[in-house]
């Protein structure tokens, strides 16, 4: 008896009301979760119970509502920390999103500890949200960028590792499920190794926060950054986890109100972690979106629900390596919950557009990944990405639209 | 034993039915120079070359264009890659403007503009072959594709010589 085994996936889909749409007059096959998630009634509900019952600004209004909505939202940081284990709910900062998170990091912490000849570790396969803001850090401190290379088979090059980590290396960021090649990077692993050099590190977890049970004490990753929209949740709430002492350390970023203790003409002085971090009114309706997110998916179970994203990856690589000239990228054992692929008979947004008229929404591109396309030698890939309530049969049908796709433009 | 979660019938049907839209976008003349292109390759005595780029999906052109004594197209070729829509659409353009003067060339790049964007315009007969384009107002995404090469050329006319580079995307 699996996790996966005692759970109806069938009524599951019923919790998402998009479900039912159609597209083109077909039903709806939404096969790119990777890059948003949908929503199930659980969360609508919640935002929709905020704004109609216990809407009012937090932190400030002695009044009813204002200590609701108050409550509601650090309830709301509470619910994550015990949902990625963190030691305690300051250590939870809200954001916009992973991208939010991950430049806020490079700003504050990068700002006061990278100088001039420091070394940022990242990997080829990270996205450009974990690549982009450590270049805009480099150029303005002289710090270097340095890279763990990508095998054929997706995985990374770890035995490169023990020569890339040098003393100089203040940070590793890496992705924990590649959002491209569906690889899962041995996190805990890295961890160890960077801290063995004196190394922090830095997951974003955007791929894997909805997908797989983890905990960030067991990993020993130092900061992780995911956002919501991907595990259920609204868009414009994500999360920036820092163990305390490194939030301590950090100075401010955004200046406002909500994170000061108190402003004199001249100078002000800042609150602790995490509302230093959180100048101006947060986004309270999205982050209790999130916890009832959270509710959502530990209803379901991680467990349960990666077992199941897992096989259908795993199906769906099976199924697409029947299809002539079909190349598929990332691991074939173990993947997160997407295939990428690439076929001789079409452009990926030639496949897309035609799967679209079918009523199967996949994704075409470069997904925020150019550095590693150019490492496979390809422009972009077609991505079919999964969540627990898609299903073998829906894959079934992407196989025959893909079939007729070749036949048309062969 | 795993059970995975069942749907609609629709989506078990034993045949996938083509559907009018995609017929029309990809009309055979299209996939036909998409596959393999006119007009493809090296022009060794180019006055100017243009390197088009479409970041949003990484496709990309390059163009090289001779001008005659009159300042008109005397020849023009590409080399790139792409979907099929950017790519036969460069293959139709180089086709239809070799030997056309500059006022010709930017009359048509409107006209084409038009044509793909444009859901009440009547395609001007002038444009010929490159009318069968007009799938494309259909599918606004793809307008950057339809346009990458047009792009380029109308770069190469202002740039006259040496190398340029456009983009789809505002830089």
Same mark, same amino acid.
């Given at each position: 008896?699996?996790?996966?085994?005692?759970?109806?996936?069938?009524?599951?889909?019923?919790?998402?009301?998009?479900?039912?749409?159609?597209?083109?007059?077909?039903?709806?096959?939404?096969?790119?979760?990777?890059?948003?998630?949908?929503?199930?009634?659980?969360?609508?509900?919640?935002?929709?119970?905020?704004?109609?019952?216990?809407?009012?600004?937090?932190?400030?209004?002695?009044?009813?509502?204002?200590?609701?909505?108050?409550?509601?939202?650090?309830?709301?940081?509470?619910?994550?920390?015990?949902?990625?284990?963190?030691?305690?709910?300051?250590?939870?900062?809200?954001?916009?999103?992973?991208?939010?998170?991950?430049?806020?990091?490079?700003?504050?912490?990068?700002?006061?500890?990278?100088?001039?000849?420091?070394?940022?570790?990242?990997?080829?396969?990270?996205?450009?949200?974990?690549?982009?803001?450590?270049?805009?850090?480099?150029?303005?401190?002289?710090?270097?960028?340095?890279?763990?290379?990508?095998?054929?088979?997706?995985?990374?090059?770890?035995?490169?590792?023990?020569? =890339?980590?040098?003393?100089?290396?203040? =940070?590793?960021?890496?992705?924990?499920?590649?959002?491209?090649?569906?690889?899962?990077?041995?996190?805990?692993?890295?961890?160890?190794?960077?801290?063995?050099?004196?190394?922090?590190?830095?997951?974003?977890?955007?791929?894997?926060?909805?997908?797989?049970?983890?905990?960030?004490?067991?990993?020993?990753?130092?900061?992780?950054?995911?956002?919501?929209?991907?595990?259920?949740?609204?868009?414009?709430?994500?999360?920036?986890?820092?163990?305390?002492?490194?939030?301590?350390?950090?100075?401010?970023?955004?200046?406002?109100?909500?994170?000061?203790?108190?402003?004199?003409?001249?100078?002000?002085?800042?609150?602790?972690?995490?509302?230093?971090?959180?100048?101006?009114?947060?986004?309270?309706?999205?982050?209790?979106?999130?916890?009832?997110?959270?509710?959502?998916?530990?209803?379901?179970?991680?467990?349960?629900?990666?077992?199941?994203?897992?096989? =259908?990856?795993?199906?769906?690589?099976?199924?697409?390596?029947?299809?002539?000239?079909?190349?598929?990228?990332?691991?074939?054992?173990?993947?997160?919950?997407?295939?990428?692929?690439?076929?001789?008979?079409?452009?990926?947004?030639?496949?897309?557009?035609?799967?679209?008229?079918?009523?199967?929404?996949?994704?075409?591109?470069?997904?925020?990944?150019?550095?590693?396309?150019?490492?496979?030698?390809?422009?972009?890939?077609?991505?079919?990405?999964?969540?627990?309530?898609?299903?073998?049969?829906?894959?079934?049908?992407?196989?025959?639209?893909?079939?007729?796709?070749?036949?048309?433009?062969? | 034993?795993?059970?995975?979660?069942?749907?609609?019938?629709?989506?078990?049907?034993?045949?996938?039915?083509?559907?009018?839209?995609?017929?029309?976008?990809?009309?055979?003349?299209?996939?036909?120079?998409?596959?393999?292109?006119?007009?493809?390759?090296?022009?060794?005595?180019?006055?100017?070359?243009?390197?088009?780029?479409?970041?949003?999906?990484?496709?990309?052109?390059?163009?090289?264009?001779?001008?005659?004594?009159?300042?008109?197209?005397?020849?023009?070729?590409?080399?790139?890659?792409?979907?099929?829509?950017?790519?036969?659409?460069?293959?139709?353009?180089?086709?239809?403007?070799?030997?056309?003067?500059?006022?010709?060339?930017?009359?048509?790049?409107?006209?084409?503009?038009?044509?793909?964007?444009?859901?009440?315009?009547?395609?001007?007969?002038?444009?010929?072959?490159?009318?069968?384009?007009?799938?494309?107002?259909?599918?606004?995404?793809?307008?950057?594709?339809?346009?990458?090469?047009?792009?380029?050329?109308?770069?190469?006319?202002?740039?006259?010589?040496?190398?340029?580079?456009?983009?789809?995307?505002?830089?």
């Amino acid at each position: 008896m699996t996790a996966a085994s005692t759970i109806d996936w069938n009524t599951i889909r019923e919790d998402f009301p998009i479900l039912r749409e159609r597209a083109h007059g077909h039903p709806l096959i939404y096969f790119d979760s990777a890059a948003t998630s949908q929503k199930p009634r659980a969360v609508i509900e919640a935002l929709r119970n905020f704004y109609e019952h216990d809407n009012a600004n937090v932190h400030r209004g002695l009044h009813t509502l204002s200590s609701r909505a108050t409550e509601a939202y650090e309830k709301a940081r509470q619910r994550v920390a015990q949902y990625i284990g963190a030691a305690s709910a300051e250590e939870i900062i809200f954001t916009r999103g992973t991208t939010e998170s991950i430049n806020l990091v490079a700003q504050t912490w990068g700002g006061e500890f990278i100088s001039e000849g420091d070394v940022i570790l990242l990997t080829v396969m990270e996205h450009h949200s974990n690549l982009v803001p450590w270049q805009l850090l480099a150029e303005r401190t002289g710090a270097r960028l340095r890279f763990v290379p990508v095998r054929d088979d997706g995985t990374l090059e770890l035995e490169k590792l023990s020569s =890339l980590l040098t003393p100089e290396v203040k =940070l590793f960021a890496f992705t924990y499920i590649s959002n491209s090649l569906g690889t899962i990077n041995p996190v805990a692993e890295l961890c160890e190794k960077a801290h063995s050099i004196g190394a922090l590190t830095l997951v974003d977890a955007a791929q894997s926060i909805g997908h797989l049970p983890f905990n960030v004490r067991e990993l020993g990753c130092d900061l992780l950054a995911f956002s919501g929209h991907k595990m259920c949740g609204p868009t414009g709430i994500g999360v920036m986890y820092a163990r305390a002492e490194i939030l301590d350390s950090m100075p401010p970023w955004h200046g406002g109100g909500e994170m000061i203790v108190s402003v004199a003409l001249e100078k002000s002085t800042f609150k602790k972690a995490p509302h230093r971090f959180e100048a101006g009114t947060p986004n309270i309706a999205g982050a209790i979106g999130l916890a009832a997110a959270i509710d959502y998916i530990e209803g379901i179970g991680r467990p349960a629900i990666f077992e199941h994203d897992s096989q =259908l990856a795993r199906y769906a690589a099976e199924r697409l390596a029947e299809l002539p000239g079909t190349r598929i990228f990332g691991p074939k054992e173990e993947r997160g919950a997407l295939v990428g692929f690439v076929m001789d008979a079409a452009h990926p947004h030639d496949l897309t557009t035609f799967a679209d008229q079918y009523g199967l929404a996949m994704r075409g591109g470069h997904h925020c990944n150019q550095p590693l396309m150019r490492r496979f030698g390809v422009s972009g890939t077609t991505r079919a990405s999964f969540y627990f309530y898609n299903t073998t049969e829906e894959i079934d049908r992407m196989i025959k639209i893909l079939h007729a796709a070749v036949r048309f433009f062969s | 034993m795993f059970r995975f979660g069942q749907c609609d019938n629709r989506v078990r049907g034993a045949f996938v039915f083509m559907i009018p839209e995609i017929e029309e976008l990809y009309q055979e003349v299209i996939l036909d120079h998409s596959r393999r292109p006119r007009n493809f390759g090296e022009l060794p005595d180019a006055a100017v070359r243009v390197h088009g780029d479409n970041p949003a999906c990484g496709d990309e052109i390059h163009l090289a264009v001779k001008f005659d004594a009159g300042g008109g197209l005397e020849d023009i070729k590409f080399s790139g890659h792409g979907c099929a829509i950017s790519q036969a659409s460069a293959s139709l353009m180089t086709m239809k403007l070799k030997g056309k003067s500059r006022a010709e060339v930017m009359e048509m790049l409107h006209a084409f503009h038009d044509l793909v964007t444009d859901e009440s315009s009547e395609a001007p007969k002038s444009l010929g072959d490159l009318r069968v384009m007009q799938g494309v107002r259909k599918f606004p995404q793809r307008v950057k594709c339809a346009m990458l090469a047009w792009r380029a050329v109308e770069q190469a006319l202002e740039q006259g010589a040496g190398e340029a580079t456009v983009s789809t995307e505002p830089v």
